[in-house]
């Protein structure tokens, strides 16, 4: 009893003498509880069953208004390997709702269908507007191709010749950045989307596809090595009582 009570918060590894199954529950998602000494896996009844304690904040779009995110300082160069990843919740939009885009041929956005849309060149097969979130990751290779993911999965590639620029003073998410002629200097806007947006993050890096599958859900600190911008929506503080709340923050945390 001592023994065991002397250990009850200590985690185990799969080699631990004399265990014979170990439960962590630490998945966050999915159906099954990975048994990590005999593989003798828990299955879970619904893929909702798992329980957070943390609060999350997220930037709701109205479909009138969009965000622009400062880029300039840490905009990629066409020979620059990059990530651009954020998660998105959204249900039926007007036709051609944009998801990111530059003003630059850089657009994102989605058909009437809810496939998703790159450059106008559809993406997917399926319905991703169905009010769930969803990962998004487009993934350039300058010596490759450029992938676009998908809540951890491929769903489309593009040969990087064919791969607009992302490099500009600002990426505009939620909405079409456009001008209405070559003459004018003055941005117009159209084509919004209606949802949340959480956890944008640009890299400036070379991230691997077991990287993005198996890191995505994962927040960051904002130090990790290749991060160039990191918008999470939210900074922990202390209210009047020193307690630590969750507030609204959109300020860059990468550092």
Known sequence: ???????????????????????????????????????RNIILSTDNAWHFENENIAVALDGETAMAMNISMASPKPTDDYMLELWFRGGEQNKGATLLSNGNDFNVGFD???????????CTMR???????????????????????????????IP?????????????????????????????YRNFFTGDIDEVRLW???????????????????????????????KTMLDDFAQPIVAFDVADHSE
């Open 127 to 157: 319905n991703y507007l169905d009010n769930q979130w969803h990962h998004l990751a487009i993934n350039y290779l300058y010596n490759g191709v450029t992938s676009i993911y998908l809540d951890g999965e491929v769903v489309g590639q």
């Open 112 to 122: 009437a269908n809810g496939n998703l849309l790159m450059h106008n060149a559809q």
């Open 204 to 234: 400036k890096a070379t991230v691997t596809a077991d990287y993005i599958r198996h890191q995505y859900r994962t927040r960051m600190y904002g130090d990790e090595e290749g991060l160039v911008a990191y918008y999470s929506f939210e």
């Open 160 to 188: 990087v010749a064919l791969m607009p620029n992302i490099a500009s003073d600002h990426l505009i998410i939620g909405a079409e950045r456009y001008r209405e002629n070559d003459s004018t200097l003055q941005w117009s």
């Open 1 to 39: 009893w001592e023994e065991a009570q002397s250990g009850m918060y200590d985690s185990k590894s799969a080699s631990s003498v004399g265990l014979v199954g170990y439960w962590r529950m630490d998945e966050g998602f999915g159906s099954v509880c990975e048994d990590i000494a005999r593989g």
